[in-house]
């Protein structure tokens, strides 16, 4: 009886790797994979953005986009960007258009979309992204101007970029 005993459990054991085996997301419907992802806070020009990577896991297409829902700060309808993927770059950097109203430690959501050339959807990536400032940290204009990044004169007498009249952006509607 014992030997009958293992027979069983050894077949049950084999069927139960088989089972698991197969239910394994081996990721292969992936294309990619968010390897970074950040505010980016440009106090020389006074702008916040969204920045995200993505870091291709297999041969991009041709003619694929990525298509990038990024929650607005400052409420209302999400920016939207598509963007054109090249095959042939090492890594996908998605950026959004200028923000406002970025608050410090607040969830925001990303979602991406990346399709073929005819739109049909390949994939789909979520995630959040928090900042680790204020977007009031930011200078109320750019401190710099023109291709020579010449001192704004709009700002003299105000070293810090902020001005006292300077109307700030509506955040009542922010989310």
Not at 15 to 32: N, S, Y
Not at 133 to 144: A, C, F, G, H, K
Request: aromatic content about 6%; charged content about 20%; glycine content about 8%.
């Amino acid at each position: 009886m014992p030997s009958n005993f293992r027979s069983i459990a050894l077949g049950a054991a084999l069927i139960a790797a088989t089972v698991l085996g197969a239910c394994r997301d081996t990721g292969k419907e992936q294309l990619f994979a968010i390897s970074g992802k950040l505010f980016e806070f440009n106090y020389r020009l006074g702008i916040a953005t969204y920045v995200i990577t993505l870091r291709p896991l297999r041969p991009m297409g041709e003619g694929q986009v990525a298509v990038v829902n990024f929650q607005n700060p400052a409420g209302g309808d999400p920016l939207i960007v598509n963007q054109k993927i090249w095959p042939k770059l090492p890594h996908i950097t998605l950026t959004s258009p200028p923000l406002t109203c970025v608050v410090k430690d607040k969830p925001y959501s990303v979602t991406i979309r990346i399709e073929d050339s005819n739109g049909t959807l390949l994939q789909s990536l979520e995630t959040t992204m928090a900042s680790t400032e204020d977007q009031t940290m930011l200078p109320d204009r750019p401190l710099v101007i023109g291709p020579k990044y010449e001192l704004n004169p709009d700002l003299a007498g105000h070293p810090d970029g902020k001005l006292p009249d300077e109307p700030k952006p509506d955040c009542s509607k922010a989310a």
